[in-house]
């Protein structure tokens, strides 16, 4: 088993490049799969989800080259794909099982997703509901668990779709049906969410309406390739964000990073802490926002953080934790019930791992009150989340003794390398393999 260990204290200082953003990533394999011609892609996440993406397309019969970072994708067309010879596997990444059960829908032939331990207790019914609205036949375990078996060859009608809870992977699944459906396919949202998607899409020729928050396409749309930049992930970049604000003596650059702005909230939420955060530099790659982000340290100060950013600081929520226990007076978060359904049940594992280190925490059914004190040493069990794992590494640059964490193996899924990246950083961590 894997573990961190992480002595206490330290400052991060330096310039540095994070991995590409995992959410864009995976879109980019998906599209170019289903786009006519060739597609070159670059600043690919090298970590085991979006790995375990391009198998699945492989598997599927397209033709993918990749060269580290750099990916170039024949693509087959809309309607080119083969059925796969075995299970399509996408090991601990929801955005892959999500995304890919929408196209899948919509094949003529059958198909069988599976995925890790971790994904297979998440729950895929907020998919599959939608979905068989629309004509798609899906047979999961209860629960609407993985493994899920997609019966192909069923025609699918557009639908209009409010969607209960704000879901990027949601709105993205019923968009890919929607390519293969007959009409027109409406997602409505309850709040902003993440809209590569839909950007990505327009790229790829693709006519997408965004308005009042209503997403619409028609289906039997042809894609064609295009190339594709892929900046640096602002879920990864969080993890130095928080880093720096809380350690002394810190000032670090982040090169290159998404600043999309569905996705920025956990600049909005640090800056109304009183982080010391300036954005460098800004241009458009590619469709996407793109910049550089320092972060200085400052003493930063509890807040009630205001719903409407909820969703887009989703992913970014365990670092946010640190940074909120690491502050002056008391942090209140509502109106995140989704992260009890993310790799672990997040609000939980991160309330008891503050515990565990002496940081006073009050559970709620759809989030935390968490009271700023100084962090203590001891063992975390990171419950095999990437995030949880990397939040508590994060943690360590403010305890007063060390900091174990189990269960680490997970952060290849997101983070390659993160540890080296640590490092190199100012962090004082290293591995525990056995």
Do not use: W
Not at 200 to 218: N, T, W
Not at 406 to 411: K, T
């Amino acid at each position: 088993m894997t573990e961190f260990i992480c002595r206490p204290g330290g400052s991060v200082r330096g310039d540095i490049r994070v991995p590409g953003d995992k959410s864009i990533s995976h879109r980019a394999i998906i599209l170019a799969s289903i786009a006519e011609g060739v597609s070159d892609i670059s600043g690919f996440l090298q970590g085991e989800d979006s790995l375990n993406t391009i198998r699945a397309f492989r598997q599927m019969g397209v033709e993918i080259e990749r060269d580290r970072d750099r990916v170039t994708v024949t693509g087959s067309g809309l309607h080119g794909l083969k059925p796969a010879p075995a299970d399509l596997d996408v090991g601990n990444s929801g955005t892959a099982m999500r995304l890919l059960l929408g196209l899948l829908a919509g094949q003529k032939f059958d198909s069988r997703l599976i995925g890790d331990a971790s994904l297979s207790s998440r729950p895929m019914q907020r998919v599959l509901a939608p979905l068989q609205r629309m004509g798609a036949v899906i047979e999961s375990e209860p629960g609407g668990r993985a493994p899920l078996q997609v019966r192909g060859g069923r025609p699918l009608a557009a639908i209009d779709y409010d969607m209960p809870v704000a879901s990027a992977q949601v709105k993205s699944c019923l968009l890919l049906a929607g390519l293969y459906a007959s009409g027109e396919t409406r997602v409505h949202e309850p709040a902003p969410t993440r809209d590569h998607s839909e950007r990505m899409l327009r790229g790829f020729g693709c006519e997408v309406k965004s308005a009042d928050a209503e997403i619409s396409m028609h289906g039997g749309q042809v894609l064609r390739a295009c190339d594709i930049d892929i900046p640096a992930d602002i879920s990864s970049a969080a993890f130095f964000m928080v880093a720096a604000s809380i350690a002394p003596a810190s000032d670090i650059r982040l090169q290159h990073v998404g600043i999309n702005p569905t996705r920025t909230g956990v600049i909005d939420i640090l800056r109304l802490m009183g982080a010391d955060i300036e954005i460098m530099t800004q241009r458009v790659i590619g469709g996407e926002p793109v910049a550089d982000i320092r972060i200085r340290h400052a003493e930063l100060r509890g807040v009630d953080i205001p719903t409407s950013l909820v969703p887009l600081a989703i992913d970014e929520f365990p670092v946010l934790f640190v940074a909120a226990a690491c502050a002056e007076g008391v942090t209140r978060l509502s109106g995140a019930e989704e992260l009890r359904v993310k790799e672990s049940d997040r609000i939980q594992a991160m309330a008891d791992g503050l515990a565990g280190l002496g940081i006073e925490t009050e559970v709620l059914p759809d989030g935390i009150i968490i009271q700023g004190s100084r962090i203590g040493g001891g063992t975390v069990d990171s419950h095999g989340d990437h995030r949880i794992a990397m939040a508590f590494s994060v943690a360590a640059l403010a305890a007063t003794a060390a900091i174990r964490i189990l269960d680490c193996a997970n952060v290849n899924t997101s983070f390659p390398d993160f540890v080296g990246l640590a490092q190199l950083a100012g962090l004082r961590i290293r591995i525990n393999d056995g």
